[in-house]
């Protein structure tokens, strides 16, 4: 989930950049995954990595 690729392996996600909702459809068509499942996976990751999260942002916004 943390690969450019989607495939487990380098070159790696900027840490920097934010993971979209765009990404976030990509990542769930190429791994044939739901988007809600995909969110939840990067929102798991993100309890232990800094991962900054757009729809989190969106939500803290609001």
């Known amino acids: 989930m943390l690969s450019r690729d989607l495939d487990k392996v380098a070159p790696w996600?900027?840490?920097?950049?934010?993971?979209?909702q765009e990404w976030v459809q990509q990542a769930?068509?190429?791994?044939?995954?739901?988007?809600?499942?995909?969110?939840?996976?990067y929102e798991a990751l993100a309890e232990e990595l800094p991962l900054r999260l757009s729809w989190h942002n969106q939500e803290q916004q609001a």
Request: proline share 0%; aromatic share 0%; glycine share 0%.
């Open 28 to 41: 769930a068509k190429k791994l044939e995954l739901s988007e809600e499942a995909v969110q939840h996976e």
């Open 13 to 20: 996600l900027d840490s920097r950049a934010e993971i979209t």
